[in-house]
């Protein structure tokens, strides 16, 4: 069983910047492919961004490539999300999720492809 705890929400004004951090336990971090996905009031859980096992392979939604940076930290047991230039609209619960997947060649993108989620921390972003 992996267990995740997200951590590093908060309120923050438009255009500054946080970072997410999902601690993994239950399991060794190199053999989880890992992702953040987030949800806003009212609306369905939205990919945002994934990350392979051992970090050599990253993909984004569109609307945050080049604001948001996902990495890992294995040695920590760690996946971090750096979100720069937060607007309103990122405002969201964001939870981190994981699946067992030794392979540094694959990251998924599909809230079913995981098996592993966290609880979720909120972040808003005012205006």
């Known amino acids: 069983q992996v267990h995740l705890v997200e951590s590093g929400g908060g309120l923050v004004q438009a255009g500054d910047s946080l970072r997410l951090s999902c601690a993994a336990s239950?399991?060794?971090?190199?053999?989880?492919?890992m992702g953040w996905f987030r949800q806003a009031p009212g609306k369905d859980r939205n990919f945002i961004a994934a990350?392979?096992?051992?970090?050599?392979?990253?993909f984004y939604l569109d609307s945050v490539k080049g604001r948001f940076t996902i990495f890992r930290d294995n040695a920590k047991n760690t996946v971090y999300l750096q979100m720069n230039s937060l607007k309103p609209e990122d405002t969201a619960v964001y939870s981190c999720?994981?699946?067992?997947?030794?392979?540094?060649?694959?990251?998924?993108?599909?809230?079913?492809?995981?098996?592993?989620w966290g609880q979720g921390t909120q972040v808003t972003v005012s205006s």
């Open positions: 999720a994981a699946v067992v997947n030794y392979s540094d060649s694959y990251y998924f993108t599909k809230t079913y492809d995981y098996t592993y």
């Open positions: 239950g399991r060794t971090a190199s053999s989880l492919a």
């Open positions: 990350i392979s096992s051992s970090g050599g392979r990253t």
